[in-house]
Structure formats: C-alpha cells, structure tokens
C-alpha cells in the first residue's frame, strides 16, 4: 500500500511554562428540551449516562472524566464550554483576560467553580478552570485488525459487541464569523490554527498536546452546535456503531467516510435535535512542541478523502431557524 502520510511541520523545544495555553475541552454542557430522549440518544451511542442534580452526566466507561452535561431548556443550546488549564496558569490568564479587555463574569446558576467566567465575541459563555489533562499525551493507537490464516476477522453480525468510546475527542460550533473565532480562541485561550478552508471552516489544537482539533468552527449566521465527536479504538468500531445505532431508530446522518484535515475515519449519527455524535478513529496527533504548519484549503478537502455524498442538511444550523433568546445569561 503506498504510503499517503504528508509530514506537516517540526519539532521545536517545548518549555511548558513558556506557553500560556488551556491543555484540554474539559467539558461541554448542551440544553435539551427532553432529558429522557437525551439519555436515550447518549446511552444508546455508548456513553455512560449518569444522574446529576437536574440533568444527565456524560461519562465514557472506564474514565473518570465528566466530559458534559445535559440540562433541560426550552430549546437546544450549547450552554458553555469550559477549558482546562493547569492550576499555575489560572492567574496568568486571569492577568491575560484583563489586559486584553476581556470583562470577567460570575458564574452561572448552579455551575460555581473555580474557574474564570467570560463571553467570547458574539456571547457565548467559556469557562477556564483548573482541571487534569483530558486530551491525550500521544496518538490514540488505533487497533490492528488483521488475524492469522484460518480465522474468521469479523464478528457476526448478531454476535456483534455493543461500541463504547473512549473519550471525547473535540466538538464543532456554528460561528457567525470564523475568522474571529480564531483569533479570540488563539488570541485568549491559546489554542493554535491547525487547518482551515477559507472562512468556511476551522480546526485548532491544543500547543500541550492534543488531536488534531479539540476545537473547530463552522460558519453560520447564528452560534450553536454541530458535532460531538467521540474516539473509538478501531475502525470496524465506527461502522458497528452506527449499524447499531441505525437499527435503534437513529439511521441518519452521514459515513463511512474518512476526513481530510484530521484524517479520522468518521461516522455522524444525527441526533434527535439536529446535531450529530460522530464516531472517530485515527485523528492527527499534535505533540507538545509540534509546529503544526496550518493551510488554507479548498472546500472539497475540507469534509472528507473519501465516503458517501453529503446530505444537503448536514452543515444546516437548526439554532439558527429559532434563535430565541439568549438561554445562558448566567
């Protein structure tokens, strides 16, 4: 098989201190008008949904990370993203926040921290708080599937086993302006352009470590959430997950398929509000003290290599069809 791999920077020395960056998406919180059909979606994809106060918790089994709630709310909405920061770092963003004029708030009703509180530049609420590395250190292996002569390699298909992420790889936002989206997210939280497609589309990674993207943008008319991608060990794994999900009642979206800018092999199941949970294996990896060398690319490159056309509503923002008011003012 020829070797289709394309080096894309150099190692540089890396000083942790000398870089003021958040480490990790330590956790997304989504409203949901229906919290049953929300444990439902999530239980069935292969996450480990727990009670928690007024709303669901969002654990992959075998992990003690929170990687996001669901609260209940008149309409979708992502409510906030909190970062993770190392616990030296919190004052120096505190300084840096401050000096670039960025006004901090208190935190939300029922989501006190000890972190710091603030909108980015059309109001969507961050939060930066001290928390363990989440993303990973290395690249997540991806699991060989190939068996020795006189062996069947695949399951039957009613012996099938049930798909259990790993973890929580990155998540994609709607923007009205992906061109500030970067530079706020570069400019304040420290994260690094890794690749973009004009002012369509946008992957940023984390300078400690991280995929490829633990944050991407999309342009749109209004904010909101597009996809939740969650990391699988295998590649069999993304399909026998939406197999599964498909014959539980959830066969839309969109794969097999493998992307371009990021290179994971991919799986979207739409969820029930018009977003997807994707299914990934084998996204880039960013070591620490990696310069990534971002491109600007064209539009073709920017969703897939290969995989079945794309639904004419994949890249719709349905957030932006009832905007409302404004759900988070905290």
């Given at each position: ?23 990790s ?68 963003f ?68 049930r ?40 992957f ?29 060990p ?91 008011p404004?759900d988070?003012?905290?």
């Amino acid at each position: 098989m020829p070797d289709m791999s394309i080096k894309r920077g150099v190692q540089r020395p890396y000083v942790r201190s000398d870089l003021l960056a958040v480490h990790s998406l330590n956790e997304f919180v989504l409203a949901v008008p229906d919290l049953e059909e929300a444990r439902r979606f999530y239980t069935l994809f292969g996450l480990d949904v727990r009670e928690d106060g007024a709303g669901l918790s969002l654990y992959t089994f075998g992990n003690p990370h929170r990687w996001g709630r669901i609260v209940e709310g008149p309409r979708k909405r992502s409510h906030h993203l909190s970062f993770g920061c190392f616990e030296e770092d919190l004052p120096r963003f505190r300084g840096r926040l401050e000096a670039n004029g960025v006004a901090l708030i208190d935190a939300p009703a029922g989501f006190e921290s000890n972190g710091l509180w603030f909108r980015d530049f059309e109001g969507s609420l961050v939060e930066i708080v001290i928390a363990p590395k989440s993303m990973p250190d290395e690249k997540t292996r991806v699991e060989e599937l190939a068996v020795a002569p006189g062996y069947q390699g695949a399951a039957f298909r009613r012996t099938a086993p049930r798909i259990y992420p790993s973890r929580l790889s990155h998540l994609l936002m709607f923007t009205s302006s992906v061109p500030q989206a970067i530079e706020f997210y570069e400019r304040h939280l420290g994260l690094k352009l890794s690749d973009h497609s004009g002012d369509e589309i946008a992957f940023l990674h984390g300078v400690h470590g991280s995929d490829h993207h633990l944050l991407a943008f999309g342009g749109s008319t209004f904010r909101g959430l597009h996809h939740l991608s969650w990391d699988v060990p295998a590649i069999d794994e993304v399909g026998i997950g939406a197999a599964y999900m498909a014959a539980n009642g959830y066969a839309a979206g969109w794969g097999f398929g493998r992307h371009v800018l990021g290179s994971n092999y991919f799986h979207y199941v739409r969820d029930p509000w018009g977003s997807y949970s994707e299914y990934s294996c084998g996204i880039d990896f960013v070591p620490p003290g990696f310069e990534w060398m971002s491109s600007n690319n064209d539009s073709e490159d920017s969703l897939y290599l290969f995989g079945p056309t794309v639904p004419s509503d994949f890249v719709t923002n349905y957030e932006a069809q009832d905007p409302g008011p404004r759900d988070n003012e905290g």
